[in-house]
């Protein structure tokens, strides 16, 4: 029997004996199965295709075994055979009841073909072709245009998917060719604009071009060129996406949620614009973050597309060059502030879960001040994370964690590691935070870590005067600095140069803080193999190049950015790797992982999962040649391993509440190896499906 994870689910039979009596009659045992449960079907012969609503499959996948076996034992193929298939079933039952919940129906066919489950649509004639989710553009078959009303609104031709994805293809690599010699801002705008265009019409082909390309066109609805975007969002605005909820909604938010069509919505991105990447305040502008983030969710962790929702909550700028635009789109006032801001952010939390209370919410760029508070409010109370500090912490363990394994050392070193963090931010301490925690799960809670915190002031003691409470626990002793020759508000160099780090991380947002100067003081590293992590987004904020690393610091080290950096010709035919710690590798596994555990809200032994499920990815060969992050191109298989890993810690932490017809029992049951398969088949896929129309 084999098994092929879609909706409706597909059970091929294809037994490993040539018995066609004993084929026969396994089709008429789950036949008998159906009947048991009140199902009413009628199947006798292989190549018959049955479908059966199984109302019980908790309870179906107990006896199945036992059904089988009572219906076969009236036959009389060979016992070895039975035995063959008893074992088969016994084997595929659990999982198949797992998957009926996604559908509660079951297609057994002789072809391992799967055929698209059908999509109903409540709408005729040209608004569906005005419909993004449901327009297939010249892709319709003929039997569908008479059926919704589509023929003549359309050329004759029928164009197929395959046709569609190449033509699509042949105009963006048009585009390139055309754009060269172009300031890349121009020409990164133009790729940003013909996939928008495709977003616009066609979401089927635009998910499927973006997965199956998904290398080349992340740094275009992502990280780097999503900041260009934000810059000019205001201009660039044709059609909504999403919602926007303003401080002029207040009171009206638990009416407004309900202005949204999609009855399930499986996961929220939510920004204030208040601090993007690391492009400052933005207001309204931000929007295209939480849109850039669900695209992500959707191609790498399979979110279904009709149930995500990305929001903007406007609560008025700073910045003042967006005010005096009289084309910006957003509320023209300063910002709330105080308790204004909260009761505000405080309604639309209510609001969201209200409508949709196992939605995963991630917060997503807001300022400093409210990205602790806001995760400190509300992750105790729902579903939810914030990326800048919770993401980029995970992804920078997992990049930490390599570079021990890197030097040869085991994980367990990971606590006498010397780490300098520049920039007290959000992400910079979310990533102390997290490294303390996996420092003293390793070596103990008397872990002591040698991590020096520094913000734009030079590093941070407990002499300071006004330290802010989210940097306190980081803030090193006096006696401790000075016996390094240190003092409060010594600077980068001075740091790296008496300190002697085994890791240099950036998460500044100041472009170029790591200067030559700083970059050869790396040269003296207590590591043969030091770490330098220039983290900062977009691109012109990275703390340096992949270039001035290897040159300044030496061939030996290892790499990682926040944006995208060619890798570097070290001559010799030698290559500097450049990892990107992008948080994509973490983000939609997370946001997977916690919806389909059901867990009511994202632990930090969720994250920490996540990340050490990152970190353990690449193989010991990968981590010598300095590599500490896998390939784009597998996101889709290294978010399926995250997200199990996130399912698995959630059971372990007794969190999980099920997904779905899935239960908590089902979910603690299963192996590692059933829980990936679990999270895989639970993927959304790009396909066109038959449309029927129901009024």
Known sequence: MHISFRTPLTVSLQPSFADLETLTSSFIAVAALGRRFGTPLSLVRPTTTMTTTLDEVEKAAVVWEGEILAQTSSYSPARKSREMWRRTVARSAAAAALNLRQSRRLSICASSTPIPAPSIVHKRGSDILHD?????????????????????????????????????????????????????????????????????????????????????????????????????????????????????????????????????????????????LGLGDLGVQGMAIPIGKLDMYVAAAGINPQRILPIMLDVGTNNQQLLDNPLYIGLRQPRLEGD???????????????????????????????????????????????????????????????????????????????????????AGLGVLKVAYQAAARMAGSEAKPQFFLLDKDGLITKERGCIDSAAAPFAKDIGEVESLGLHEGSDLLEVVKKVKPHVLLGLSGVGGVFNEHVLRA????????????????????????????????????????????????????????????????????????????????????????????????????????????????????????????????????????????????????????????????????????PLVHEK
């Open 522 to 689: 790396m040269r003296d590293s207590d590591s043969a193999k030091p770490a330098i992590f220039a983290m900062s987004n977009p691109t012109l904020n990275a703390e340096c190049t992949a270039v001035d690393a290897f040159k300044y610091a030496g061939e030996n080290i290892v790499f990682g950015s926040g944006s995208p950096f060619e890798h570097v010709d070290l001559g010799n035919g030698k290559i500097g790797h450049v990892n990107q710690a992008n948080n994509m590798y973490l983000f939609p596994g997370v946001g997977l992982g916690s919806l389909l555990s059901g867990a009511h809200i994202i632990s930090d032994g969720m994250l920490q999962a996540a990340s050490e499920c990152l970190a353990s990815y690449m193989t010991e060969e990968e981590i010598q040649m300095g590599r500490l992050y896998p390939s784009i191109d597998s996101i889709r298989h290294i978010t399926a391993e995250v997200g199990a890993a996130v399912v698995r810690a959630a059971v372990a932490e007794e969190l999980a509440e099920g997904h779905g017809e899935v239960g908590p029992r089902e979910l603690a049951h299963m192996s590692k190896e059933e829980t990936v398969e679990y999270v895989t088949s639970n993927m959304w896929y790009p396909i066109y499906s």
């Open 132 to 276: 993004p989710w449901f327009n297939k553009d010249t892709g319709f078959p003929m039997t569908e245009r008479d059926r919704l009303g589509l023929r003549g609104l359309l050329p004759p031709r029928v164009i197929s998917f395959d046709q569609q994805y190449d033509r699509f293809m042949e105009s963006y690599h048009s585009l390139e060719h055309n754009t060269k010699g172009q300031p890349q801002s121009v020409v990164s705008l133009a790729k940003w604009r013909i996939l928008n265009r495709l977003h616009d019409r066609n979401e089927t082909l635009y998910y499927r071009v973006l997965i199956d390309n998904i290398k080349d066109f992340a740094p275009i609805i992502y990280t780097p060129t999503v900041g260009l975007v934000c810059q000019n969002y205001s201009g660039l605005f044709r059609r909504p996406r999403g919602m926007y909820f303003s401080a002029k909604d207040k009171g009206e938010m638990m009416s407004m949620i309900y202005n949204w069509p999609s009855k399930q919505v499986d996961m929220v991105v939510l920004t204030d614009g208040s601090r993007i």
């Open 340 to 426: 204004e801001y909260i009761s505000v952010v405080d309604e639309l939390m209510e609001a969201l879960h209200a409508r949709w209370p196992k939605a995963i919410v991630q917060f997503e760029d807001f300022q400093f001040k409210w990205a602790f508070e806001t995760l400190e409010r509300y992750r105790k109370k729902i579903c939810m994370f914030n990326d800048d500090i919770q993401g980029t912490a995970g992804v920078a363990l997992a990049g930490l964690l390599g570079t021990v394994r890197a030097q040869g050392r085991p994980l367990s070193d990971f606590a006498n590691q010397k780490i300098v963090v520049v920039g007290a931010g959000s």
